[in-house]
């Protein structure tokens, strides 16, 4: 199952909030979250359920 929805800086937000990710994070570690969790990774992770 696949989510047809366009990647959107919204969408990204949503997916990395679950991991810690805020804007008032420092940078480095915002970076650190938006780095591991790119465009193609977080389609894969939505596919897989996550």
């Given at each position: 199952?696949?989510?047809?929805?366009?990647?959107?800086q919204e969408r990204r937000e949503a997916f990395w909030r679950q991991y810690g990710w805020s804007p008032e994070l420092p940078?480095?570690?915002?970076?650190?979250?938006?780095?591991?969790?790119?465009?193609?990774k977080i389609e894969e992770a939505e596919?897989?359920?996550?």
């Open positions: 199952m696949s989510n047809e929805e366009p990647m959107t940078e480095a570690e915002r970076k650190k979250i938006e780095q591991r969790f790119t465009d193609p596919a897989l359920g996550f």
